[in-house]
Nanobody, 125 residues
């Protein structure tokens, strides 16, 4: 599967952005999906994940209550609504697909098989 992320940009602190990730292929609903972010000079950190059906979600503590992950299996897309953005949210955001049969949403990069290119989010304070 190929993943294409979009929607990044420059926003003031307190503002909102919505990221989207479009997936190719007919098996999108078989993958749990995740969003990760990577700031300059740092590792890639888990942000949010969603189950195959979309009924279960999982967030890092740093974004819980501000970000919402969702998916549309009919359109092969996963989105990340980001509200009340902070300067520390500045990073390159990557969507990823977990092709394993694990029943839980993983927060580890090693669990994800396919990755999209990053979309840059910059929050000015």
């Amino acid at each position: 599967v190929q993943l294409q992320a979009s929607g990044g940009g420059l926003v003031q602190a307190g503002g909102s952005l919505r990221l989207s990730c479009a997936a190719s292929g007919r098996t999108f609903s078989e993958y749990a999906m995740g969003w990760f972010r990577q700031a300059p000079g740092k590792g890639r950190d888990f942000v949010a994940g969603i189950s195959r059906s979309g009924t279960e979600t999982y967030y890092s503590d740093s974004v819980k209550g501000r970000f919402t992950i969702s998916r549309d299996n009919a359109k092969n897309t996963v989105s990340l609504q980001m509200n009340n953005l902070k300067a520390e949210d500045t990073a390159s955001y990557h969507c990823a697909a977990d092709s394993s049969s694990r029943y839980y949403i993983s927060r580890f990069t090693s669990s994800y098989t396919y990755w999209g290119q990053g979309t840059q989010v910059t929050v000015s304070s």
